[in-house]
């Protein structure tokens, strides 16, 4: 599957902004099952400064300086990506035991450094406590890993408003509430309590309007989930826990990290501005 994506993002100021430097993950990213055919950026105004490369992770990343006074920014990242349907997931009922999984992480250190707490991403004894109820003694990893997914699914509602990229995975956990980051930095801290590893996956979601109804424009959202290490067989399984399934062809990976602040679209700071405003358009069309 082909799509064209656009992800546009206005910053409006209530005072004039002298400079801002900007970190920006917009770029779908290259992986086995998802190439990048096109991609563009266009800021206004148009930056003194506009490098590109990739950070740590191997994700594409631009840093922006804009020197000129501006009381609006606007960042307009446009890709075309073609995405392939995954192969057939091992059956879960025969994959590696979870503790096998947990104790072979040690010999590959490029895995284990996402199986510790992350600053979004921080466990505590109740979420221990839900993460064993998925995974008994001996359970097979992806057996364990679907069945945290399907119960944050079902014990979890989603609900915006109640929480922001901030916002602590044990808050989450009491409010029984949340959004997707939400979901899977909760889903990361359950694997990463039990010793595992798994990493946070930015990108977007495929949405479909109700039957009849014309998709709107803009109306599509930026998505996130998790990848869980499932072996070196397997290698990474990725789990969409907002949805409760295996995330397909229509879902596009921008980036991945150990959380959302890894991977966030676009940071940065500014000198000045005052208050501020933020509107966010992303736009997910298929191309055939």
């Known amino acids: 599957m082909i799509y064209e994506i656009r992800h546009k993002t ?55 300086t804009v020197q000129e006074p501006h009381e609006r920014l606007v960042v307009d990242a446009r890709a075309r990506v073609e995405v392939q349907a995954p192969p057939d997931v091992p059956d879960v009922a025969i994959s590696e035991p979870w503790e096998k999984v947990r104790d072979e992480l040690a010999e590959n250190i490029a895995v284990c450094e996402f199986a510790f707490d992350s600053p979004y991403s921080i466990g505590n004894e109740d979420v221990l406590r839900y993460a064993r109820e998925s995974f008994a003694p001996g359970c097979p990893i992806l057996a364990g890993a679907k069945d945290l997914t399907s119960r944050i699914f079902r014990d979890f509602e989603y609900r915006g408003g109640v929480s922001d990229v901030a916002t602590p995975v044990r808050d989450v956990f009491a409010m029984r509430q949340g959004v997707c980051q939400d979901f899977a930095h909760l889903e990361l801290a359950c694997l990463r309590s039990l010793g595992l590893a798994a990493r946070y996956v930015s990108g977007y979601l495929l949405t479909r309007p109700p039957e009849g109804k014309e998709k709107l424009i803009g109306s599509d959202a930026s998505h996130a989930w998790l990848s869980v290490w499932a072996g070196n067989s397997v290698g990474w399984v990725d789990l969409d826990p907002t949805n409760d399934m295996i995330p397909g062809v229509e879902h596009v990976t921008v980036a991945w990290g150990r959380d959302y602040g890894d991977v966030s679209p676009i940071n940065g700071f500014i000198v000045g501005g005052g208050a501020h405003q933020v509107v966010v358009s992303v736009d997910v069309t298929p191309v055939n």
């Open 10 to 64: 206005t910053f409006q100021y209530e005072d004039f902004v002298s400079v801002s430097h900007h970190v920006l993950h917009l770029t779908p990213r290259e992986h086995a099952l998802q190439r990048r055919l096109d991609s563009e950026l266009r800021v206004e105004p148009t930056p003194a400064v506009s490098a590109g490369g990739a950070d740590y992770f191997g994700n594409p990343v631009r840093h922006l």
